[in-house]
């Protein structure tokens, strides 16, 4: 553990891979359902074993297990729920099967109920137990280290933290924001700070802040108002474009993966440790951000 926490935090970034349900869908999975990204561990996992190879060939230091929703809240309107444990195993399996020495395994962890409705945030004792559970499988499966990901309140975003750092696993945590206007504070799409939301994970125990999930040109400008502290380690890992309020996507010019790249390259200057891609970001976004951090 001492050693990949060393790792983890070392002044050079590591580079997490991009997304993983945009890219089934890409290639022409569908993204329907309850189970949404998750029926692909059973009805693509060749699918799903590809996209993670090309991550890795693209560089990648982290992959990311496709466990965003396999906790079984999610699955029990699929009628999935008894599997949730099966699931998660065969998840980071697919994932550890296309990892190259060295490459490290990450069990995402995302809230329980729609990432983009903090009123449907479950109550405290639902967060805490559910959140173990899925935390306990994604440890039983062989995770090297839990994301907790795309939180939009601080309950939550506390209570998975605390959930994840039981299994005695390094954890990341990572919020996404509401569009802000310029000028003004950073806020969780629950209307809360994030500066407080960053301080309480921390002082709960995560190993650094990351953003994700939001437009690559929005990365900086919210991560300076955490980042005066040198105690908070930073990440990022965005959008190539944002979702609209009549729920529709706008692409923006970060679809470019070297324009991707021109933002990471801003990134690792503002001393930023973990750097990946959100919703939209392929294999040639990982590669050309790899090219620009190391040539």
């Known amino acids: 553990m001492p050693g990949l926490i060393h790792r983890l935090t070392q002044p050079e970034p590591l580079l997490f891979d991009g997304a993983t349900g945009t890219e089934l869908q890409r290639r022409g999975f569908p993204l329907a359902g309850p189970a949404w990204s998750a029926a692909a561990i059973l009805e693509a996992p060749d699918l799903l074993r590809q996209i993670h190879a090309d991550y890795v060939a693209a560089g990648a230091d982290i992959l990311t297990a496709n466990t965003f929703r396999t906790h079984s809240r999610n699955l029990r309107e699929a009628g999935l729920d008894k599997r949730a444990a099966e699931l998660t195993y065969r998840a980071v399996d697919l994932a550890r099967a296309a990892a190259a020495e060295g490459t490290l395994v990450a069990g995402s962890i995302a809230p329980l109920e729609d990432c983009y409705a903090p009123d449907r945030t479950p109550d405290t004792s639902a967060l805490i137990a559910e959140h173990q559970e899925h935390a306990e499988n994604l440890r039983a499966a062989g995770a090297d280290l839990l994301l907790v990901e795309?939180?939009?309140?601080?309950?939550?975003?506390?209570?998975?933290?605390?959930?994840?750092?039981?299994?005695?696993?390094?954890?990341?945590?990572?919020?996404?924001?509401?569009?802000?206007?310029?000028?003004?504070?950073?806020?969780?799409?629950?209307?809360?700070?994030?500066?407080?939301?960053?301080?309480?994970?921390?002082?709960?125990?995560?190993?650094?802040?990351?953003l994700n999930c939001i437009p690559a040109d929005e990365i900086l400008p919210a991560l300076r108002q955490i980042g005066c502290s040198p105690a908070i380690p930073l990440g990022a890992y965005a959008n190539t474009g944002r979702m609209l309020p009549d729920g529709t996507w706008a692409s923006t010019t970060a679809e470019n993966p070297a324009v991707y790249a021109e933002h990471a390259t801003a990134w690792k200057a503002a001393e930023i440790r973990w750097i990946g891609g959100c919703c939209g970001t392929t294999p040639r976004h990982i590669s050309a951000v790899r090219k620009a951090l190391y040539g």
């Open 150 to 210: 795309t939180q939009i309140t601080i309950r939550e975003a506390v209570a998975a933290t605390a959930a994840a750092l039981s299994t005695g696993l390094p954890v990341l945590t990572s919020f996404t924001l509401q569009h802000g206007l310029p000028g003004t504070s950073p806020s969780l799409l629950s209307g809360e700070s994030l500066q407080q939301a960053a301080n309480q994970v921390i002082k709960v125990g995560a190993l650094g802040i990351l």
